[in-house]
């Protein structure tokens, strides 16, 4: 029997990796229900699946994993406040959750486990948080990564990780952050808030290249992961689907954006047989939903362009004129420099590259310290025949960049053009 | 909870005395301390005199050291607060962001410790 301890033990440990992965908001969002601590939900948590392992490499697997864990993880949590001293005090604070324990010591089956992730993924992403903060606690609590993967995706000492998730829970405990779903009038902005966590983390990940950046590919899934959860939580919210849909349709073409030695292709070179038909489809369908609502939003907008580049069969067939007009709305929504760079990008394809130039000059005011201003300018002016000139934008465009691939491509770029002229 | 929101504002960002703007300024911070009032989260609010007015005091060695002001020319300056009791960080925001100076200046808003 001895031999089958290292098994039991394997099969526990598998067990628990796979239900921390899945289950952490759900086992946590249950636990803060009752614990209003937030620390102290992830302790008790961590400490309920140290027993787990214990138990299980012992006894086998449970039934319902994840009740079970849920209700170590309540008991860690009384005998927490039954060994504090002002007991009497928190007695009353605490009664439901005492209350819940009794209830289930008289009964066999493990509790059920409440969804409370929607209030959970309002508290990670509350605006009293620093961004950065807002996506690492998002990851640790929603998608149950651990905070060694967090710090890794981040480039982050793992040690630095920790204590930025320690320092957020302490302030959302002690400021008084509330696990409260917004109310109806804070809805829009708070819920554009979790959005734009979740698409962070998509961005971070698709800016990732390969090799050791592999781990950080996995964020765009994470992120689409989230982007389902919050559509489940929130059916029938046009953002929530356009934002689902712009992630699955940027990243149907992640197998054609990058070369075999980690490089950037651009979107009008990418071989399109690459790009993942049923993402695309599955991209579409959400985004058509989204705008039959007729209640449209920045995701939304964003993703009828990709959907559009998604749709045509190549660069030349793509709808300029349409992306153009999709660009513009997006900057009356929010008037994002950026946004007009882009919809000059796409004039430059609809009514040519002077034009193009013409709309670029009312940005550079905006966005002269934006390598991607100077890249456009750069291919602009290359195609407009005035050499010298994108080279200057070429070298400056490389000086502001930030990444390794990206300054490579720009290089190419400009090494393509010397050798055409 | 009680939250303490410490109104910051640099010398000369706001409205001055005698300005057309002045008076709305002003009616802002009444209609702002009679909501506090009529939701019953008022637990207490000033405006402070300016720093020139200030004295800092400290104790070295048992001995206690008075200092004239600080000054400070150009940084925001503490320039009044309210101790509000809010059900949690979201109300306490939406009141504190009904402070005129905070469309200027800022508002910083603190808990209140709770010794245990």
Request: aromatic share 6%; charged share 25%; glycine share 6%.
């Given at each position: ?313 190549s660069h030349a067939d793509t709808d300029w004129h349409q992306i153009v007009l999709l660009y513009e709305a997006m900057h009356a929504r929010s008037d994002n420099p950026v946004y007009l760079l882009n919809r000059a990008a796409a004039l430059s394809y609809a009514h040519g590259a002077d034009q193009a130039l013409e709309a670029l000059g009312a940005v550079e005011a905006a966005l002269g310290g934006y390598q991607p201003f100077h890249a456009a300018r750069a291919d602009l002016l290359r195609r407009t025949g005035q050499f010298e ?33 | ?116």
């Open positions: 029997m001895a031999s089958d301890v290292p098994e039991l033990e394997d099969r526990a440990r598998k067990a628990i990796e796979a239900l921390a992965r899945a289950e952490t908001g759900r086992l946590l969002g249950a636990l803060l229900r009752d614990v209003r601590d937030f620390q102290m939900a992830e302790d008790c948590l961590q400490e309920a699946l140290e027993s787990a392992l214990l138990h299980w490499s012992r006894n086998g697997l449970p039934d319902s994993r994840a009740g079970w864990v849920l209700q170590a993880a309540r008991r860690k949590a009384i005998d927490r406040f039954r060994r504090a001293r002002n007991f009497d005090r928190k007695a009353e604070e605490y009664g439901l959750l005492i209350e819940l324990d009794q209830q289930a010591l008289s009964r066999e089956e493990p509790p059920e486990i409440p969804d409370e992730r929607l209030r959970l993924i309002f508290t990670c992403c509350h605006p009293a948080l620093d961004s950065k903060t807002r996506v690492a606690l998002t990851l640790r609590t929603l998608c149950g990564l651990t905070t060694r993967e967090i710090a890794r995706a981040f480039l982050y000492a793992t040690e630095a990780m920790a204590q930025r998730l320690v320092r957020a829970r302490h302030k959302i405990t002690k400021a008084g952050i509330p696990f409260a779903i917004p109310e109806p009038d804070h809805w829009a902005e708070r819920l554009n808030s979790v959005l734009s966590v979740i698409y962070l983390i998509f961005n971070e990940g698709y800016s990732a290249t390969a090799g050791p950046d592999l781990l950080r590919h996995d964020l765009c899934l994470e992120a689409i992961r989230l982007g389902r959860l919050m559509l489940e939580l929130a059916p029938g919210d046009a953002e929530c689907e356009g934002l689902l849909a712009l992630m699955l349709l940027n990243h149907s073409r992640a197998q054609a954006r990058i070369d075999d030695h980690g490089r950037m292709i651009p979107l009008d070179q990418q071989d399109r047989s690459l790009w993942s038909s049923s993402e695309i489809d599955e991209g579409s369908r959400t985004l058509e939903r989204a705008l039959a609502r007729r209640r449209a939003g920045l995701f939304q907008l964003q993703a009828a362009i990709s959907a559009l580049h998604a749709e045509a069969t000139a994108a080279r200057q934008s070429y070298r400056r465009a490389i000086e502001l960049s930030g990444n390794e691939s990206e300054r490579q491509f720009l290089a190419s770029r400009m090494a393509a053009m010397e050798q055409s002229t | 909870m009680k939250y303490l929101a410490l109104i910051y504002a640099a010398p000369g960002a706001g409205p001055d005395y005698g300005t057309p703007e002045f008076g709305p300024y002003m009616d802002g911070y009444r209609a702002a301390t009679e909501t506090y009032q009529r939701d019953g989260v008022m637990l207490a609010g000033e405006a402070l005199q300016d720093t020139s007015t200030a004295t800092t005091v400290r104790i070295r060695n048992g001995k206690t050291d008075t200092m004239d002001g600080p000054f400070a020319e150009t940084k925001e300056q503490l320039g009044g607060f309210y101790l509000l009791d809010c059900a949690n960080l979201d109300e306490a925001i939406r009141y504190a962001a009904m402070i005129p100076t905070a469309e200027h200046g800022s508002v910083e808003v603190r808990p209140i410790m709770e010794i245990e």
